[in-house]
């Protein structure tokens, strides 16, 4: 079976009669009748009644003819974008995100991509880090930007920066009293809150990794879904709870960052091993400059910047696929 038959077969369907449908196709009759007559012999069912005038489907034809004719018009389909991509027309980029990034340089990159390129459709997609490996594999995605590190091979990975973690505290805590940095043992024997809970692995497990590794054992470990239920509880007096030192949220917790430049959280850029398409050194050259403005969500004093170098940031960005407009000024 092929698509060619497929393609046959859906022309008899539609016209009823193998006259007509071999002129629609600009082929004789007698091989388009053999080629559905093969069909039907490798499917072992009978598909068209051909003692009828018009032509009638049986119930298996019936069932065969909307499959093929769902299958014709995905490859149609497949075809059209295959050809927009090969030709740098691609008018859709979906970007995966976990909502941390948000409190930090996300939505200034993503305003930043559509002053420079505002025929370009920007869809933003919430995903967890493990979540947006799966969806760059299916093409659900065209880049993610998450905080766990992951090991599939087909997935590229970028590490934009290395951000602190710091403690969140009841304002009634007794280490709330001073602002300074704060030993990573002191959540020794403390509850503590953690997020996500589920899916995992996400950042609960980075930050339990941290615990393991630094040998340091909470008396209780408190599992909720999202940072504003952690930090909620926290403002209640429930826990401590550590976070990016970007995701400082509420005026009503304390915040004492960690005393450890090991104790950090990556910020990371994911896309398709091999991806060469304009996107992947836009954004990179995007973030450069981004972080060559130090915009205050920025604390230089809180991040480490291995993946992106400040030199790259006086570069233009990368130059728009043929057809869309020039970048404007920016």
Same mark, same amino acid.
């Given at each position: 079976m092929d698509i060619r038959q497929l393609k046959y077969f859906v022309a008899v369907a539609d016209a009823r009669n193998f006259t007509r449908a071999s002129e629609v196709l600009h082929i004789a009759q007698p091989p388009l009748s053999r080629q559905i007559q093969l069909l039907e012999e490798e499917l072992g069912v009978q598909l068209i009644l051909r003692n009828s005038r018009p032509l009638r489907l049986t119930e298996a034809g019936r069932t065969f003819y909307e499959q093929a004719l769902q299958i014709i018009n995905r490859l149609d389909q497949l075809k059209t974008a295959t050809r927009q991509i090969g030709l740098n027309q691609q008018r859709t980029l979906s970007i995966g995100f976990v909502a941390s990034t948000l409190y930090g340089g996300l939505p200034m990159l993503v305003r930043k991509l559509r002053q420079h390129y505002p025929d370009v459709d920007i869809q933003l997609v919430e995903l967890t880090s493990q979540q947006q490996f799966a969806a760059l594999t299916?093409?659900?995605?065209?880049?993610?930007?998450?905080?766990? !590190?992951?090991? /599939?091979?087909?997935?590229?990975?970028?590490?934009? !920066?290395?951000?602190?973690?710091?403690?969140?505290?009841?304002p009634?805590?007794?280490?709330?009293?001073?602002? +300074? !940095?704060?030993?990573?043992?002191?959540?020794?024997?403390? $509850?503590?809150?953690?997020?996500? $809970?589920?899916?995992?692995?996400?950042?609960?497990?980075?930050?339990?990794?941290?615990?393991? /590794?630094?040998?340091?054992?909470?008396?209780?470990?408190?599992?909720?879904?999202?940072?504003?239920?952690?930090?909620?509880?926290?403002?209640a007096a429930s826990g401590m709870c550590v976070i990016p030192a970007s995701a400082r949220l509420r005026s009503d917790v304390h915040y004492r960052l960690i005393d450890d430049p090991r104790i950090t959280s990556p910020i990371i850029m994911s896309h398709r091993l091999n991806d060469n398409a304009w996107y992947i050194p836009a954004l990179k050259e995007m973030v450069a400059a981004m972080y060559?403005?130090?915009?205050?969500?920025?604390?230089?004093?809180? +991040?480490?910047?291995?993946?992106?170098?400040?030199? +790259?940031?006086?570069?233009?960005?990368?130059?728009?696929?043929?057809?869309?407009? $020039?970048?404007?000024?920016?």
């Open positions: 299916s093409g659900r995605i065209d880049v993610g930007f998450g905080r766990v !590190r992951g090991n /599939d091979a087909t997935v590229a990975r970028t590490i934009l !920066r290395e951000e602190r973690l710091v403690l969140a505290l009841p009634n805590s007794p280490l709330a009293g001073e602002s +300074s !940095r704060i030993p990573f043992n002191v959540i020794q024997g403390q $509850k503590l809150i953690v997020y996500p $809970k589920e899916p995992r692995p996400s950042f609960a497990d980075h930050v339990l990794s941290l615990l393991n /590794d630094h040998a340091v054992r909470p008396a209780e470990i408190h599992e909720v879904r999202e940072i504003q239920t952690a930090l909620g509880l926290v403002a060559a403005e130090n915009p205050p969500w920025l604390n230089v004093e809180h +991040s480490v910047f291995p993946g992106i170098g400040a030199e +790259s940031a006086a570069e233009p960005p990368a130059k728009p696929p043929r057809g869309r407009k $020039k970048p404007g000024p920016a």
